[in-house]
């Protein structure tokens, strides 16, 4: 059975504190990317990797870290440099380089992180 | 960068009609736009992918519209269904590949 899974769903940090939110896909898809999306608002990309070991920043990579060591995991670290922190974070994988964003992404079920 | 307007109130149509929403962007063409439906607490499903160079899309109920002109997409569902309320998401790329989500239309079809 084909998909990405995200965990926890939901995590609660206390201030200060960092954070990370997995990632995997089992889609053997080279592209992932790192969603926040906020009530009212369209998804806004964090980071984004097409490729092993390369990761590139999005519009709002402030506070946030990745990595990106084997194809089918990208987790994402929220550190404590992040000011506003709580948010749904989506994480989404696509196929191959050739096909960039043009082509469909499929998404995780998301992380809902509340800051305490 | 490119801006992304979706109707931000809710469309409430009667089961059996036809529900059309509207994605309406700002800068250049985009090579392609995607409509995505996403639930409550979920992630977004993909939809439908249509080129710049295609005037219209057709998936069984669902019917996408791409105007370059009018720098408009229309995404219409026909005998809509209350299993079809969900958000709807349009999502254009911009320069440098990346894509760019509209905040997206809530669609509730009432039995």
């Known amino acids: 059975d084909g998909g990405i899974t995200q965990s926890p769903k939901y995590l609660f940090r206390k201030e200060g504190q960092n954070v990370t939110l997995s990632c995997e896909q089992n889609?053997?898809?080279?592209?992932m990317y790192w969603y926040r999306q906020d009530p009212g608002q369209g998804l806004r990309l964090i980071y984004y990797?097409?490729?092993?070991?390369?990761?590139q920043k999005g519009d709002i990579a402030e506070g946030y870290s990745v990595s990106r060591e084997k194809k089918e995991s990208f987790p994402l670290t929220v550190t404590s440099a992040q000011k506003n922190p709580t948010a749904f974070y989506l994480c989404?994988?696509?196929?191959?380089?050739?096909?960039?964003?043009?082509?469909?992404?499929?998404f995780g079920p998301g992380t809902r992180l509340t800051v305490l | 960068s490119q801006k992304i307007e979706q109707n931000s109130e809710a469309l409430n149509i009667q089961e059996g009609k036809t529900a059309t929403l509207t994605c309406n962007y700002t800068?250049?063409?985009?090579?392609?736009l995607q409509w995505y439906r996403q639930d409550p607490g979920r992630g977004p499903v993909f939809l439908l992918l249509i080129r710049e160079n295609e005037k219209e899309k057709r998936k069984e109920r669902l019917k996408v519209t791409f105007d370059t002109t009018l720098k408009q997409s229309l995404f219409h569902i026909t005998a809509s269904q209350p299993a079809d309320s969900a958000t709807y998401l349009c999502?254009?790329?911009?320069?440098?590949?990346?894509?760019?989500f509209g905040a997206g239309t809530i669609l509730r079809v009432k039995s």
């Open positions: 990797s097409q490729i092993v070991n390369d990761f």
């Open positions: 989404a994988s696509s196929p191959g380089l050739a096909g960039g964003f043009a082509v469909e992404q499929f």
């Open positions: 889609l053997n898809h080279d592209a």
């Open positions: 999502a254009l790329i911009e320069y440098g590949n990346k894509l760019v």
């Open positions: 800068n250049y063409s985009p090579a392609y």
